[in-house]
């Protein structure tokens, strides 16, 4: 069954540096998303990307946040700077249409 | 802003048994619904959905039974094994929305004891 697929699994950063979270979308899909669920919350909503260009944001994406599809392949999340807030699961999905996401695996982020 | 609630944030419940779980909504633009199944350390694996122009839909053991009128929802496990024993999310996103993001309730853990 088709998979999506996050890399690092887990990422340990200092404050303030910048990170990228990577995710390789199921091929046919053409809606990409990211999640994050902070331990012991819900799972929360940071943004959707289709068309190349962000479809929808929450207002937890701010300027610190950024998503790029590089290369056709892969989508990207880029934190430019971390906070210790940020420590977090984060969920990257696809999915063909609105009905029907798969999630990752997720990569756990650690702020130190 | 909480739009999506799972109130009861733990269920246990007998192998065989029926399990209930609930959430409700207060957003009337959602319509169409999810519910997902997590593991620790794993994403969201979704299990089945209905849309709002329906009351109920089923798929296997799992039936997700809609109240447009109470903004309410429910999945109903029958019969429950020990397998189904996970946190279960209920998610639910609006026509309206560009993105179709989905908005999600804090989880239900279910625990299933043989």
């Known amino acids: 069954e088709p998979e999506v697929t996050q890399t690092p699994s887990h990422q340990v950063t200092q404050m303030g540096q910048e990170v990228i979270l990577r995710c390789v979308p199921i091929s046919n899909h053409l809606y990409f998303y990211w999640y994050r669920q902070i331990l012991g919350q819900k799972v929360e909503f940071l943004v959707s990307f289709y068309n190349n260009e962000i479809s929808e944001k929450s207002e937890i994406f701010d300027d610190q946040f950024s998503v790029e599809r590089p290369d056709g392949s892969n989508f990207t999340l880029k934190i430019r700077s971390t906070k210790l807030e940020d420590s977090a699961m984060y969920f990257c999905a696809s999915s063909a249409s609105r009905y029907g996401y798969t999630f990752g695996s997720g990569t756990r982020l650690t702020v130190v | 802003d909480q739009q999506v609630k799972q109130n009861s944030p733990s269920l246990s419940v007998q192998e065989g048994r029926i399990s209930i779980l609930n959430c409700d909504y207060t957003?009337?633009?959602?319509?169409?619904f999810l519910w997902y199944k997590k593991y620790p350390a794993e994403g969201p694996t979704f299990l089945i959905s209905?849309?709002?122009?329906?009351d109920k839909n089923e798929d296997g053991r799992f039936t997700v039974f809609l109240n447009k009128s109470a903004k309410h929802l429910s999945l109903h496990i029958v019969p429950s094994q020990p397998g189904d024993s996970a946190v279960y999310f209920c998610?639910?996103?609006?026509?309206?929305?560009?993105?179709?993001?989905?908005?999600f309730g804090k989880g239900t853990s279910l625990l299933v004891t043989p």
């Open positions: 957003n009337s633009m959602f319509d169409y």
């Open positions: 209905i849309s709002s122009i329906k």
């Open positions: 998610a639910a996103s609006a026509g309206d929305s560009s993105g179709y993001a989905l908005n």
